[in-house]
């Protein structure tokens, strides 16, 4: 059973809407969570890092949230762009990120 | 553009053959990671080398191999070539052995027919 559970699977949403993508993990120890914007066909780019003590991390329209005591994080897209159609990726990572956990990915289609 | 260069970027071979995939790491970076992502897929984890020595394996199957040489490019060897190996083939490297940030190539898409 993988370690990092995405949902949904796929969304659709309209241009300048706002969306929520979820993760929950069981990695554990725990280090630090990743999320990774990838576009189809191409290499995954990091879009936010946090640690622990970390709740909240915000990287232009895209803010992460984390909650380490229950194992949950997302990810909250603000007006979304044609731009932001991609695969959001989750990772999870051990300490010495020695173990990496990659969740299957959420697929965002934003139409105009 | 991540500074992880991979090529080729498209490869299409046949069941049976050997491969190899080539990626030269950013600049100053010293741990290079292999990913496999089939289609609709995850990434998944395959192996990694630090400064020429290996230092993780994931699912890597045998007969795949890869290493990582003085210059600190890397390749990856996949033999015998299966129709289930077709599948999108990443590089990440990062400058130490934590996978805190590390930056992936645009991959190569292998096609086995």
């Known amino acids: 059973k993988n370690q990092v559970e995405q949902s949904p699977q796929s969304l659709i949403i309209l241009e300048g809407k706002n969306c929520t993508l979820q993760c929950n993990y069981t990695v554990s120890p725990f280090s630090n969570l990743r999320w990774y914007k990838q576009d189809t066909g191409r290499g995954p780019v990091s879009l936010t890092i946090m640690t622990f003590s970390e709740n909240t991390k915000s990287n232009g329209r895209y803010t992460a949230t984390l909650d380490a005591d229950t194992k949950q994080s997302s990810l909250h897209i603000t007006a979304s762009q044609l731009s932001d159609s991609a695969s959001y990726i989750c990772v999870v990572s051990s300490p010495n990120d020695y173990k990496l956990s990659f969740g299957a990915g959420t697929t965002v289609t934003v139409r105009a | 553009d991540s500074g992880v260069t991979q090529t080729p970027k498209h490869l299409i071979t046949a069941t049976g053959q050997r491969v190899t995939l080539r990626c030269s790491p950013r600049?100053?970076?010293?741990?290079v990671y292999w990913y496999q992502q089939s289609l609709d897929q995850g990434l998944q984890f395959l192996i990694q080398y630090y400064n020429g020595e290996e230092r993780a394996k994931g699912n890597i199957l045998e007969r795949f191999s890869a290493q990582q040489f003085p210059d600190l490019h890397s390749e990856l060897n996949l033999s015998s070539l299966e129709l289930g190996d077709s599948a999108l083939y990443f590089c990440a490297s990062s400058v130490g052995t934590a996978f805190t940030e590390a930056f992936f190539g645009q991959g190569t898409r292998l096609t086995v027919v």
């Open positions: 600049s100053g970076d010293l741990s």
